[in-house]
């Protein structure tokens, strides 16, 4: 692996990540999710939230990756936070969480923390 590899890589991420703006898709969505719990209203859908970051986060798959960057991405870990993957364990947390949506707010912010 050379370091034109993981320039490249970086590059693009980089790039995605501000055109996609998603972390400040995920800052929305865990404050929704605190006005949520603060209101005591259940069940208050938070589905355009989640969608704009599910949509923000399948842009990560139309990056157009040489293979060695592509072995980079998953070797990092980047592909846990990115693409359908992502998008199935949100949904998934988002279902297993009987609406706990200070439990969810608290499991994004920690992926948004490691991923932004």
């Known amino acids: 692996m050379k370091v034109e590899h993981l320039k490249s890589l970086v590059n693009k991420l980089a790039a995605t990540l501000s055109k996609s703006n998603v972390e400040h898709l995920f800052q929305i969505f865990t404050q929704r999710l605190h006005q949520v719990w603060r209101s005591g209203q259940r069940p208050t859908p938070v589905t355009d ?3 704009a970051i599910v949509n ?10 040489a293979y060695s960057e592509r072995k980079l991405f998953g070797l990092l870990g ?3 936070f990115v693409g359908k993957r992502f998008v199935d364990d949100l949904n998934e947390l988002l279902r297993d969480s ?3 949506p200070i439990g969810v707010a ?7 923390v490691k991923f932004c």
């Open 49 to 51: 939230e989640k969608n």
């Open 56 to 65: 923000a986060i399948l842009s990560f798959d139309d990056i157009e990756l």
């Open 78 to 80: 980047f592909d846990s």
């Open 98 to 100: 009987n609406y706990d």
């Open 106 to 112: 608290t499991e994004v912010e920690k992926v948004r």
